[in-house]
């Protein structure tokens, strides 16, 4: 019997995997108000919880689960799971902490139906589901407060509480992978890591996973500071299943960083960008096949095995990058003596 760990690595060596789009751009199609996000359990909480998606996973998990298979019907290989903001340190501004553990083993248990649904209905295409895990509302390695440079939100053990529990209840939920993803304060996703790995060896089993960066503007670098190559060199201690970027910049202006990691990185090699950059309206205007124009450059040079959307992405945006994807052969991972010549 193949283990999904192994099929997942076999399928991404013969072809580009296709990434879900964007969560939060296809809930916003909903006309969603208070009452939807809370339901019959949240009736009386004592403060507003509108905007709070990650807990439509309990309230509206109807909508959930037919945003997850749009994307499934579009050409995804992967969805995530609606859990960008499921931490203890997300959900304490909607005073939800004490709900953590269920919205991500919720929001895994629908993904994990609806992947399971595609992939009794079309068993050559099995399909995957990634256990988002968002890079929290605080840094870990900058001061928020300008007069005081040495003062930090989050202490590096509160996010590894934080991001254990998150672990715990998207592998519970049914989780294939995880994905630790708009990642721009690397220290951050290093107590993801440390949480994921620690949960491992708790349960005497291992998981996929990705980490996906975020490159905040044209200077090419983290918020914190990062460029490519190190934010690379900083989490290449843990055997990734793959690395990337994601959020922040379209994909024009994404590829010479992918590029810079693609050289370099000995794991499969991850890309979602926006539908572009925001107009003055905050909406992404980048059409499916604009976007796929780009991304195709992308794949003319090799450098990806992942492939998906961020901000502004839909499934229309999907289905045309994975029509494109099948035109390409995915990238090849260098030797690890190759990468420091």
């Not at 928020?144 to 934080?162: H, M, Q």
């Not at 630790?180 to 290093?190: H, M, P, R, S």
Request: charged share 20%; hydrophobic share 40%; glycine share 8%.
């Amino acid at each position: 019997m193949v283990m999904k760990n192994d099929l997942l690595k076999e399928i991404a060596n013969k072809r580009i995997l296709i990434l879900d789009g964007a969560m939060g751009t296809m809930i916003q199609r909903y006309p969603l108000e208070e009452p939807d996000f809370r339901g019959e359990d949240f009736k009386n909480h004592p403060y507003p919880l509108k905007g709070n998606n990650d807990l439509l996973s309990i309230t509206r998990p109807d909508i959930i689960k037919a945003i997850h298979a749009e994307y499934f019907q579009a050409g995804a290989d992967i969805v995530e799971t609606n859990t960008f903001s499921g931490t203890t340190i997300a959900q304490a501004d909607y005073h939800l902490e004490n709900q953590v553990y269920r919205l991500n083993y919720e929001s895994a248990k629908i993904a994990r139906e609806v992947a399971d649904e595609f992939t009794v209905r079309e068993p050559q295409k099995p399909r995957f589901v990634a256990g988002s895990m968002g890079p929290t509302n605080k840094t870990c390695s900058m001061s928020p407060n300008v007069n005081d440079p040495g003062f930090r939100a989050v202490t590096f053990d509160e996010l590894v509480t934080a991001y254990t529990e998150q672990v715990n209840g998207l592998l519970d939920g049914g989780a294939d992978l995880l994905l630790i993803e708009t990642v721009f304060d690397t220290l951050n996703a290093k107590a993801a890591l440390y949480a994921c790995l620690n949960v491992f060896e708790e349960r005497g089993k291992e998981w996929p996973i990705i980490v996906s960066g975020t490159i905040t503007d044209q200077s090419g670098r983290t918020l914190s500071g990062q460029t490519a190559e190190a934010f690379l060199i900083s989490v290449s201690h843990v055997d990734l299943f793959a690395v990337g970027f994601n959020c922040a910049l379209g994909a024009k202006d994404l590829r010479p960083y992918l590029q810079t990691i693609s050289e370099k990185a000995p794991f499969f090699v991850s890309a979602y960008p926006n539908a572009g950059l925001p107009n003055e309206f905050g909406q992404y205007d980048e059409s499916p096949e604009q976007m796929g124009m780009q991304i195709r450059e992308f794949l003319e040079l090799g450098l990806v095995n992942i492939l998906g959307g961020c901000c502004g992405t839909t499934p229309d945006h999907i289905k045309v990058m994975a029509k494109i994807a099948k035109e390409y052969a995915p990238r090849q991972i260098p030797m690890v003596a190759e990468i420091y010549e």
